[in-house]
Nanobody
């Protein structure tokens, strides 16, 4: 059974780069046809897809965030990493890592999430 755990700084200064790590256990991030997905939910808003990376390593990004987003993997540690550049207070949200069957948020096995606040 897959388990996912998000980690990262709870507070980020505006215009900095947010880096979050998703540690995966129970399955390797290169196995099968899985996608490893990042999503976020801001207060009062719906879950927003940020991007996904396929088990082959090919990334897919939300067009509205594409130019600020990088999703990569640390294969030695079986981790999926999200980097979001030039953050603003609008990036304040709970960020989730999940395993999906394709890019997007449908049918995901999610981690518990990690709260991120962007503030000076």
């Amino acid at each position: 059974q897959v388990q996912l755990q998000e980690s990262g700084p709870g507070l980020v200064t505006p215009l900095e780069t947010l880096s979050l790590t998703c540690t995966v256990s129970g399955v390797t991030v290169t196995s099968g046809s899985h996608y490893w997905t990042w999503a976020r939910q801001s207060p009062g808003k719906e879950l927003e897809w940020i991007g996904s990376i396929r088990s082959t390593g090919h990334p897919y990004y939300n067009p509205s965030l594409e130019f600020r987003t990088t999703i990569d993997r640390n294969l030695d540690k079986n981790q999926v990493i999200l980097r979001l550049k030039s953050v603003t207070p609008e990036d304040t949200a709970v960020y989730y890592c999940g395993r999906t069957a394709t890019w997007g948020t449908s049918g995901a096995d999610w981690g518990p999430g990690t709260e991120v606040t962007v503030s000076s």
